[in-house]
């Protein structure tokens, strides 16, 4: 009898587990996500205020780029370490209570890996990966780890209340000239019809080796040949703050914002 | 002994049964997310091709709206059930395996209602929600059951390839007249930095009680008092066609096209 009830409660033990581990599959059999913070037309707004603790971020991704409350600097996650680029372009490790108003991250598991030339320019370096993705109507992460004759970089100052559009606050931007400098580049691109939520095209961030310097990069020139890889997405997760986006004006189209405030020098 | 070992085991269950549990719990403390398949600014362009079955749809959702493959008609999930409502205006069940380009569902567990007034229409509902989700800003789905004394609905035809844009489609449209209709309206709600990418705004479909007519809703008309039943949304999981977007020109703004494609009759 009591042979029968443990027969019985080993069953059930496995049935429960099967269970478990089937919806866990489930789950995992998704295709893997962009995890996005906020909305690139809030933050071009002048949207600021982070609510989402870099804590709660990292469990989203251990790649990916952004910003930080009160616009205070430039964002690289990389193997699950945040770090901040402000304006002094000295860099910090955060504390993860820090929250950020808009960030891109993933688990980064490249599927694709693509040969760059030595002497190519952010320019070459996006047609090849675009080719190299083929379809250009997706999402994707990229790590390129890298020697660079010259690399450009910025970072933003941190804002204070009442805060200004994106526009006119990236002009005050400070600009790192880099010369062979050996670091990591982290980059998302987006499809052309994220227009207003996120950010069309290429999207690079920097940080070097020594983890010291880094920035939103504006240009950069391979010193050798380097190794991409690249992680193509079907897969959105888009989280907006809980605090909303009241007194933004989110109805005005800023695609020349955002173009300007990406690019400019 | 034995009784050592059943306890051993039930423990062994128990602690099972709460690391599932609480594994789920985990999953379920994000927020609740609007699932959205395919992108509005290419079925706008002629992407009819469906690629989701109705079966993997379901899985992320039990209230939505949509379409079918060749544009096939209009599509309502509710509690569940999915049905199609192509030109004819003669509701289906579709088999599982008919796929979506384009659809918008939700687990709907609504957190918020709204009494409405009877004679009230379709923009005077609108606005009243609006006020009771106070942030337009995020995503929301509703369910309204109520009788109207007067709803309009449409559906359109089938397509074969080559497509031409939907705005062009629409114009073949079939319009339904309802009088004393009772049934139920299914409505997502985007906000407006969504362009390109899904509906900013309201987006209303309705099936009847008996579930033998409905379509996309043009316009209504509340015959009684109603109480909607409103799901506010912070979050959107994006989920892009493994086919992707090929040839189909993502490039131009359609927001005129889809606001054509939304409202006229």
Redesign the interface.
């Known amino acids: 009898m009591?042979?029968n009830?443990?027969s019985a409660?080993?069953s059930?033990?496995i049935l429960?587990?099967l269970?478990?581990f089937s919806?866990?599959a489930?789950?995992g059999a998704q295709?893997a996500?962009l995890f996005q913070y906020g909305?690139?037309?809030?933050l071009l707004a002048g949207g600021y205020d982070g609510s989402l603790p870099l804590s709660q971020l990292r469990t989203h991704g251990d790649l990916g780029l952004g910003t930080f409350d009160a616009l205070d600097g430039e964002m690289v996650l990389l193997d699950g370490v945040v770090y901040q680029v402000p304006a002094s372009g000295q860099v910090k490790r955060p504390a993860p209570g820090m929250t950020t108003p808009f960030a891109q991250v993933v688990r980064f598991h490249p599927t694709l890996s693509q040969s760059l030339a030595a002497g190519a320019d952010i320019k070459a370096v996006e047609a090849t990966l675009d080719t190299r993705l083929g379809?250009t109507?997706?999402?994707a992460a990229i790590r390129l780890d890298a020697t660079f004759t010259a690399l450009t970089a910025r970072s933003v100052p941190k804002q204070t209340p009442p805060y200004r559009p994106l526009a006119e606050v990236a002009k005050e931007q400070t600009v790192f000239d880099f010369h062979t400098v050996r670091g990591t580049l982290v980059a998302m691109r987006g499809?052309?019809?994220?227009?207003?939520?996120g950010v069309p095209g290429w999207h690079w961030h920097f940080i070097s080796q020594d983890r010291k310097r880094g920035g939103h990069v504006l240009s950069f020139t391979l010193a050798d040949g380097a190794q991409a890889k690249l992680m193509p997405l079907?897969?959105?997760?888009?989280?907006?703050?809980?605090s909303?986006?009241?007194g933004l004006d989110?109805?005005r189209d800023r695609a020349s914002e955002l173009k300007a405030v990406e690019s400019a020098r």
């Open positions: 009591f042979i009830r443990r409660l080993a059930t033990l429960t587990l269970l478990c919806s866990s489930t789950a295709s996500a909305v690139i037309d809030a379809d109507q997706r999402f499809p052309t019809f994220v227009k207003g939520l079907r897969r959105m997760d888009l989280l907006l703050p809980t909303g986006f009241s989110l109805l």
